[in-house]
């Protein structure tokens, strides 16, 4: 079993930044990958960023360049710094981790970026 904590979430301007958090409750080192997921009001989930075990990284075209997917494993911590927000990125952002096919989710933090 994977527990998942995210933090961090609040509301900014646009142009602003946040910090989001993850905390797992198992070593993240036995994840395979980690992920950051968003769902606005109205629309369906979809990825933002991911994270391999091998610190492989891969992001969502509308936030490239604006958003970094990091991990610390002393921490069992997964992250997303993210900087320049836009209206647009407006939802509620989700952690995500996978461990031998199996997904586990997080309850979910709200960003509200204001123009």
């Known amino acids: 079993q994977v527990q998942l904590v995210e933090s961090g979430g609040g509301s900014v301007q646009a142009g602003g930044s946040l910090r989001l958090s993850c905390a797992c409750s198992?070593?993240?080192?036995?994840?395979?990958?980690m992920g950051w997921y968003r769902q606005a009001p109205g629309k369906q989930r979809e990825l933002v960023a991911l994270i391999t075990n091998y610190d492989r990284t891969n992001y969502a075209d509308s936030v490239q360049g604006r958003f970094t997917i990091s991990r610390f494993s002393a921490k069992n911590t997964l992250y997303l710094q993210m900087n320049s927000l836009k209206p647009e990125d407006t939802a509620v952002y989700y952690c995500?981790?996978?461990?031998?096919?199996?997904?586990?989710w997080g309850q979910g933090t709200q960003v509200t970026v204001s123009s």
């Open positions: 198992r070593s993240i080192l036995d994840i395979n990958v």
């Open positions: 995500k981790a996978t461990r031998n096919w199996y997904d586990y």
